[in-house]
């Protein structure tokens, strides 16, 4: 575990701001990917710059993502006094004025950016490139984010507008989510969590997420998270107006023979510009 902030830790601090931020990040192998890195270092000099309490925990070595984010949490409740925990998973890439604008609505107990899958939506770029044939190739490695299974809308609701603004979501993914310090205390006082011990460690832990088989399918922390906050009253929040880069190993396959079978023209062909995504970039 590694524990980083500015100035002395703000649970000793008597000038300590009244918006603060935990940033929570469970890492398994202890690495984390540039984009992440470049994110949450422009995102702590936003937070100097407005005034805004920073400070940062790295979970590695932790093969249990449910462990790992309740031994975050658990560390949040216990050894700090920020009004806010903000997990960041360490292969996302964001801009920090997004992510800080979820701080913008106080009411709101649990925010969640509404994050892609590590994976292409191959369908959504087809289809794109024949709606749109004079698009600039440049960008369409941008438009085919997967975000199926990634979050969910509320019973009955089919349709959401897509904007800066927040959603009202049944669960979402928790690679950057918002969680007021005030939500998870009442939990804990509601009597919503088990606490369990770990080999090694000298204090039990808080059970605010677990993954499993219920009610006949397979959930993951997540979503139990999202259930428990729903449970205690809480309103989840979708941010989906934000570029989000997830990082992860990618394989690039040549097939000349399928090249050629199914594309008309110069297999040679002068290398499109990339134009660097926002998300990667403070």
Same mark, same amino acid.
């Given at each position: 575990?590694?524990?980083?902030?500015?100035?002395?830790?703000?649970?000793?601090?008597?000038?300590?701001?009244?918006?603060?931020?935990?940033?929570?990040?469970? /890492?398994? #192998?202890?690495?984390?990917?540039?984009?992440?890195?470049? $994110?949450?270092? %422009?995102?702590?000099?936003?937070?100097?710059? +407005?005034?805004?309490?920073?400070?940062?925990?790295?979970?590695?070595?932790?093969? =249990?993502?449910?462990?790992? +984010?309740?031994?975050?949490?658990?560390?949040?409740?216990?050894?700090?006094?920020? $009004?806010?925990? !903000?997990?960041?998973?360490?292969?996302?890439?964001?801009?920090?004025?997004?992510?800080? @604008?979820?701080?913008?609505?106080?009411?709101?107990?649990? @925010?969640?950016?509404?994050?892609?899958?590590?994976?292409?939506?191959?369908?959504?770029?087809?289809?794109?490139?024949?709606?749109?044939?004079?698009?600039?190739?440049?960008?369409?490695?941008?438009?085919?984010?997967?975000?199926?299974? =990634?979050?969910?809308?509320?019973?009955?609701?089919?349709? =959401?507008?897509?904007?800066?603004?927040?959603?009202?979501?049944? @669960?979402?993914?928790?690679?950057?989510?918002? *969680? %007021?310090?005030?939500?998870?205390?009442?939990?804990?006082?509601?009597?919503?969590?088990?606490?369990?011990?770990?080999?090694? !460690?000298?204090?039990?832990? !808080?059970?605010?997420?677990?993954?499993? *088989?219920?009610?006949? #399918?397979?959930?993951?922390?997540?979503?139990?998270?999202?259930?428990?906050?729903?449970?205690?009253?809480?309103?989840?929040?979708?941010?989906?107006?934000?570029?989000?880069?997830? @990082?992860?190993?990618?394989?690039?396959?040549?097939?000349?023979?399928?090249? *050629? /079978?199914?594309?008309?023209?110069?297999?040679?062909?002068? /290398?499109?510009?990339?134009?660097?995504?926002? $998300?990667? $970039?403070?």
């Amino acid at each position: 575990m590694d524990t980083w902030g500015v100035g002395p830790r703000w649970e000793k601090n008597p000038l300590m701001p009244p918006v603060s931020l935990f940033i929570a990040t469970p /890492a398994y #192998g202890g690495i984390v990917n540039t984009s992440y890195h470049r $994110s949450v270092m %422009a995102l702590r000099a936003l937070c100097d710059e +407005r005034g805004i309490g920073f400070e940062g925990s790295i979970i590695d070595g932790c093969s =249990m993502i449910t462990h790992a +984010r309740n031994w975050l949490t658990t560390l949040f409740l216990r050894t700090t006094a920020h $009004s806010h925990m !903000l997990f960041i998973d360490a292969d996302m890439g964001f801009l920090a004025d997004d992510v800080l @604008s979820m701080l913008d609505y106080p009411d709101h107990e649990v @925010s969640a950016v509404l994050c892609p899958k590590r994976e292409y939506n191959w369908t959504i770029i087809r289809d794109t490139v024949r709606q749109t044939p004079d698009i600039d190739p440049a960008v369409l490695a941008n438009l085919g984010g997967q975000y199926t299974g =990634m979050f969910n809308l509320p019973p009955g609701v089919n349709a =959401m507008t897509v904007g800066r603004g927040p959603i009202e979501v049944a @669960s979402a993914g928790t690679g950057i989510m918002l *969680v %007021a310090r005030t939500f998870l205390e009442r939990v804990v006082e509601e009597g919503g969590v088990e606490t369990y011990d770990f080999p090694g !460690l000298d204090q039990p832990f !808080l059970e605010f997420f677990r993954a499993g *088989v219920f009610d006949g #399918g397979l959930q993951g922390e997540d979503v139990w998270f999202c259930n428990l906050a729903r449970k205690h009253g809480a309103t989840i929040h979708g941010f989906p107006g934000f570029p989000i880069t997830h @990082s992860g190993m990618h394989s690039f396959i040549g097939d000349l023979p399928g090249i *050629v /079978a199914h594309y008309d023209g110069p297999v040679q062909t002068p /290398a499109a510009p990339v134009k660097p995504r926002p $998300s990667v $970039s403070g």
